[in-house]
């Protein structure tokens, strides 16, 4: 059973479109987060939810709004997308929201706006 | 800024050699963790260290946390194909919600 799971792994699209990227955790964490990897691999995070609740909301264009249903579940959706949102994002979890805590994350998800 | 230097950003040894990479800060943290990051995957957790001037080994990786918690570093012994990836070091800092990542080592070991 995969622990953070992330759809879809790869999505190309045109600039101007809006998409969505789902992540779920079956860990039982409470936290959740979205992190962007440029192609520097520079690890930036961009929010995190604890328990549904917005924590972190690093300065990210109002382009991107997330979505946590429930603990289990935090979504990125992209308006408008540019040519600069092109990176891979990431999902992680992590129990408690604690900047010590361990973070486990998902496998990625490419985003490649033309 | 860059709160958190690693150095070197890239590394391509021979199989069987030893390396080091650092982690480096100006700035102290409550604890240190160190993530591998192999191709297409997220980045997993290797180690957390905690105290002043703690070892961890990992099998053949040795991990340290300076006395005055600001520097880590990985000493990876007879490295192996298989220790290719990117390395990242992140650190905690009080009540702060944030992880401190650095940029990464990229280590390449060739058969």
């Known amino acids: 059973d995969t622990a953070v799971s992330q759809t879809p792994k790869y999505l190309v699209t045109q600039m101007g479109n809006d998409k969505s990227i789902k992540c779920e955790q079956n860990l039982g964490h409470d936290t959740m987060y979205w992190y962007k990897q440029d192609s520097k691999k520079f690890l930036k995070i961009m929010f995190s939810y604890n328990n549904k609740e917005l924590i972190i909301n690093e300065t990210v264009p109002n382009r991107f709004s997330p979505k946590s249903p429930d603990k289990a579940h935090l979504n990125l959706h992209i308006n408008s997308l540019e040519l600069g949102d092109s990176a891979v994002y990431f999902c992680a979890s992590s129990q408690g929201n604690s900047g010590a805590n361990v973070l486990t994350f998902g496998a990625g998800s490419r985003l490649t706006v033309l | 800024t860059q709160l958190l230097e690693q150095s070197p950003q890239f590394l391509s040894i021979q199989e069987g050699e030893n390396l080091t990479v650092y982690c480096n800060s100006s700035s102290v943290f409550s604890s240190l963790q160190w993530y591998r990051q192999e191709p297409g995957e997220g980045p997993v957790l290797l180690v957390t260290?905690?105290?002043g001037g703690e070892v961890k080994k990992l099998k053949r990786l040795t991990f340290q946390f300076g006395d005055a918690r600001k520097d880590s570093s990985l000493h990876i012994t007879a490295a192996q194909t298989g220790d290719t990836g990117l390395y990242l070091c992140?650190?905690?800092?009080?009540?702060?919600?944030?992880?401190?990542w650095g940029a990464g080592t990229k280590l390449i070991i060739k058969p």
């Open positions: 992140a650190g905690a800092q009080g009540s702060n919600y944030q992880l401190i």
């Open positions: 260290v905690v105290t």
